[in-house]
């Protein structure tokens, strides 16, 4: 999946259950719409997620004004 992180048994990205969570769709929804999904997996996403905005460094640019 080029390098992105996956639902282990699937193929089914980090970045695909979060935008389908994002665009309304309910946990049962997906689990329902791809079988080899399991709600443990869903949460390892939201988990895995949380942990790497949780780590991310901001790093502030000051804009010159033109």
């Known amino acids: ?3 992105k992180p996956v639902i282990v048994g699937t193929r089914l990205t980090v970045e695909f259950i979060l935008e ?3 665009a309304g769709e309910s946990i049962e929804q997906l689990l329902a719409a791809h079988p ?5 997996g ?3 996403a ?3 997620a949380a942990e790497m905005l949780g780590s991310e460094t901001v790093i502030p640019v000051e ?3 033109a």
């Open 20 to 22: 389908n969570l994002a």
């Open 36 to 40: 080899t999904l399991t709600r443990n």
């Open 63 to 65: 804009i010159a004004s």
């Open 1 to 3: 999946m080029l390098g």
């Open 42 to 44: 869903v949460q390892a």
């Open 46 to 48: 939201l988990a895995y």
